[in-house]
């Protein structure tokens, strides 16, 4: 009798679960912990831009060009948030036509099922989170990579004009980008096994590289080299390096789309990668300079905030440590002595930061993902994934330089690119805005 009592009541437990499962597996398809994470991350993202990418550039160009720079950060993010509702969501992960190791159009872009964000409702999902979390968390990252391009014109280019190349610049390259790497099989380099966790290639060589073309094609500002244009207020550029700081934990960690291990560890690689770069910068200054600056530790962080950002879901702490040094030395050579050799007028030093650090951060991916250095594992091994990992940095850099000089060769003989000699002279502040940042 008592094995029967025993039995029922096992076959009563059994019947309840198989009662309660549908539910049960309904309640698992939204997670609020996850939820609750991503709404955070998007914040954080957002306030990379603004404040934190606005006051950075800001406090770095002249005092009559501080208004020019927070309004073109400002603009744009409200210029791609439309954008990205029109049709830019819709291009960079609409998978129709998509299969693993095929490839066609749909392979480089995405299509228009989801123009207007149409099937975004409050019941669709992405994974274990609203969809509407997921795309507003990818629309701020598609609003940050334009914004840092800024940095390579500053004090020089039309607003009108900027307004129009970031409107192509977003729908020809930025978009086609996110799709080859992250929209899943049958993307390009999806395909091919490339590494990019939050945007090595996606944001930050895509945007420097876009940099560099622009401001060769603008040409120098007047008076570059030989007059001297520091930055005028370094307060509000070390708080602006602060907040894209504590704003990339949401970039970084915020790309493992989950409240869980991925994102703990993408949280503490990417501090140990910041700090020692901006340590590593400030000595490589001291030693060649004499002195240590503000500006060059606030550059040191950012260099190795970009540099971590596509291993941060990928490597451990040592590997983190070594990225850090890396993009530490490399950011500060590029940012000084190739750009002095080169002679471009990369104006807040997009390219040798964003680039430069982007490149040195994809690559070496490939190498402290392996296990041997603490990170997740490699399955194509060392050289294979080195391999992969350099090809997608050609790619990058061949699609953005080549389409960049396009869209801003037809901006040039359509709109013009460049304020006039006289507009310049007397700052964007003024002359394209009616307005000054400071009262004399």
Known sequence: MKKFITNYRGLGLLATLLIMLPGMASAQELDTGDTAWMITATVLVLMMTIPGLSLFYAGMVRSKNVL????????????????????????????????AGVFNINSIVGGLGNVFMS?????????????????????????????????????????????????????????PMVHMVWAGDGGLMWDWGVIDFAGGTV?????????????????????YPTTAMPPHNLTYTIVGAALLWVGWFGFNAGSAVAAGGSAGMAMLVTQIATATAAITWMAVEWIRHGKPSVLGIASGAVAGLVAITPASG??????????????????????????????????????GVHAVGGIIGAVLTGVFTAEAFGGTGLDAGIPSQLWIQIKSVIFTILYTGI????????????????????????????????????IL
């Open 68 to 99: 020019s720079v927070l309004m073109q950060c400002f603009a744009i993010t409200g210029l791609i948030t439309v954008i990205w509702m029109l049709w830019g969501y819709s291009m960079a992960f609409d998978t129709t036509g998509m299969e």
């Open 119 to 175: 099937g975004i409702t409050v019941d669709s999902m992405s994974g274990t989170i609203p969809e509407s979390v997921f795309a507003t968390f990818q629309m701020t990252f598609a609003i940050i990579t334009p914004a840092l391009i800024v940095g390579a014109f500053a004090e020089r280019m039309k607003f009108s004009t900027m307004l129009v190349f970031m409107t192509l610049w977003v729908t020809i390259c930025y978009v």
């Open 203 to 223: 944001v930050h060589i895509n945007a420097g590289i876009a940099g560099l073309v622009a401001a060769i094609m603008l040409g120098k500002r007047k008076g």
């Open 314 to 351: 990928s490597v451990g702490p040592q590997g983190a440590l070594y990225i850090g040094v890396a993009a530490g030395v490399g950011c500060f050579y590029a940012a000084t002595t190739l750009k002095r050799a080169m002679g471009y007028d990369d104006s807040l030093d997009v390219f």
């Open 403 to 438: 389409l960049s000089a396009i869209i801003l060769k037809v901006l040039d003989v359509t709109m013009g690119l460049r304020v006039s000699e006289d507009e310049e002279q007397e700052g964007l502040d003024l002359s394209a805005h009616d307005e000054r940042g400071y």
